[in-house]
T-cell receptor, first 113, second 113 residues
Framework: SQTIHQWPATLVQPVGSPLSLECTVE??????LYWYRQAAGRGLQLLFY??????ISSEVPQNLSASRPQDRQFILSSKKLLLSDSGFYLC????????????FGPGTRLTVL | KNQVEQSPQSLIILEGKNCTLQ??????????LRWYKQDTGRGPVSLTI?????NTKSNGRYTATLDADTKQSSLHITASQLSDSASYIC????????????FGAGTRLAVHP
């Protein structure tokens, strides 16, 4: 069966510090991978998606970046965090086209102080 | 503009009671509509999925309905349990094979004993 992992589960970082969130998927190959941010009282916002190694599409201009160094690894990074980067970050995967179900990871709660 | 609006924003019910959550969307054409359940601090988990040609779909005590003419969907929860306390998110997939889903902001349901 497929599983998706995210770490860390929670993170408290000072403004201006770097960020690295990791997501890995097990039990499938060539998944589509997604990074979302969820703000309180708002819908999930798609940040990045990837259809293959090294292929990253950015949806929202921001100081975040994503990379996919391996087929089942997706990393969300920042060189300098802003207060507005605080939120709940979710990684998801799907098989094939978008009408296939997206499976979400457990999420990372990021607080920037 | 493609949008998904959910109501109510929050809801409190007593254990054992039924409730209905609403979802209105402007996404057209669309491929499918899903309802997700998201426990606090966790990733969303899919409850039901309906294509544009389906009117209803059940998953245990959860029943989703879809009216493609009025662009409305509802999620009915029967004989609520304390474990039903969560956010319920309506998600619409536009047609066209693009990877973006359109998320509603969710309804936060609290079931009290």
């Amino acid at each position: 069966s497929q599983t998706i992992h995210q770490w860390p589960a929670t993170l408290v970082q000072p403004v201006g510090s770097p960020l690295s969130l990791e997501c890995t998927v097990e039990g499938t190959s060539n998944p589509n991978l997604y990074w979302y941010r969820q703000a309180a009282g708002r819908g999930l916002q798609l940040l990045f998606y990837s259809v293959g190694i090294g292929q990253i599409s950015s949806e929202v201009p921001q100081n975040l970046s994503a990379s996919r160094p391996q087929d089942r690894q997706f990393i969300l990074s920042s060189k300098k965090l802003l207060l507005s980067d605080s939120g709940f970050y979710l990684c998801a995967w799907s098989k094939g086209r978008t009408y296939n179900e997206q499976f979400f990871g457990p999420g990372t709660r990021l607080t920037v102080l | 503009k493609n949008q998904v609006e959910q109501s109510p924003q929050s809801l409190i019910i007593l254990e054992g009671k039924n409730c209905t959550l609403q979802c209105n969307y402007t996404v057209s054409p669309f491929s499918n509509l899903r309802w997700y359940k998201q426990d606090t601090g966790r990733g969303p988990v899919s409850l039901t999925i309906m294509t544009f040609s389906e009117n209803t779909k059940s998953n245990g005590r959860y029943t989703a309905t879809l009216d493609a003419d009025t662009k409305q969907s509802s999620l009915h929860i029967t004989a609520s349990q304390l474990s039903d306390s969560a956010s319920y998110i309506c998600v619409v997939t536009p047609s066209g094979g693009y990877n973006k889903l359109i998320f509603g902001a969710g309804t936060r349901l609290a079931v009290h004993p």
